[in-house]
């Protein structure tokens, strides 16, 4: 028998061992590679707590995430930083929380609790007709003050619509209603606005004579009336860019005649 020589038999010990050592490490350089790219979590859902009247469509709009989306771990604390501020600008909540859960391999919960403002707003009105307190402590004249109320009711229907009404009586009356709705289409994009008002007074001052005003007065019917009104569209693309346009109107009947 040919005896092979103990150089061959090294050579192919050697070239075994070297492949199953390759073999072995293999999958640790491969786990090293994957460990080197950023980790990402895949958003599962969005749960919202707090919401009382605002509609969960409104929040969404202010989030720059959703259900779906692919989300970097070393991008999240600022999604969440700049989400939250969107929020708080819409002067819909008091305050904001982003919480995570995760629910699996690159799974992620995110939880947003709110809590909400007061959103109906009455203010009395009271005001004195004269230029100024000194003016008017000549006379003491109550008649010449105004009074009524203003409300304001923000986050209308939980849709943060707009609704202002102002009633003011005496000497000086106004009647206005105001609406704004920020969102009509579906992707709440274009929005639009409406305000209508009437004013009356049954005196008004037409000339000054040694600081001192004269008035016109007429108890029978309105010296003067005003009807004025306003319609406005905005637009708004993205989160940090709004434009509005508006038409506005005013007509004003002076029936004072005096020389």
């Given at each position: ?50 919401n ?5 469509h ?18 999240m ?63 003491k ?44 289409n ?56 709004k ?17």
């Amino acid at each position: 028998m040919v005896k092979k020589p103990k150089s061959l038999l090294r050579f192919l010990k050697q070239t075994l061992m070297a492949i199953l050592f390759l073999s072995l490490n293999l999958p640790v350089s491969s786990l090293c590679q994957e460990s080197s790219s950023p980790p990402f979590y895949v958003i599962n859902d969005i749960i919202i707590e707090g919401n009382i009247t605002t509609k969960k469509h409104i929040i969404y709009r202010e989030l720059l995430f959703s259900i779906g989306d692919t989300i970097y771990e070393e991008n999240m604390q600022e999604t969440f930083k700049r989400s939250k501020e969107n929020l708080l600008n819409t002067f819909l909540f008091n305050f904001v929380t982003i919480d995570t859960m995760t629910t699996g391999q690159n799974k992620l919960n995110i939880q947003i609790n709110l809590k909400e403002r007061w959103y109906t707003w009455p203010f009395p009105i009271f005001e004195l007709a004269d230029r100024n307190f000194n003016v008017w402590w000549e006379t003491k004249d109550f008649a010449r003050t105004n009074y009524g109320f203003y409300l304001t009711k923000f986050n209308f229907r939980g849709r943060k619509e707009t609704l202002t009404l102002n009633l003011r009586f005496g000497y000086d009356q106004q009647y206005l209603i105001a609406y704004n709705m920020p969102y009509l289409n579906s992707k709440q994009t274009i929005g639009t606005g409406l305000m209508a008002g009437y004013s009356q007074n049954h005196e008004i001052a037409y000339k000054t004579t040694e600081s001192r005003q004269a008035f016109y007065k007429d108890p029978d019917k309105n010296v003067r009336e005003s009807y004025f009104g306003r319609i406005n569209y905005t637009n708004r693309q993205g989160f940090y860019n709004k434009h509005t346009v508006f038409a506005q109107y005013n007509y004003s009947i002076d029936r004072k005649s005096v020389v």
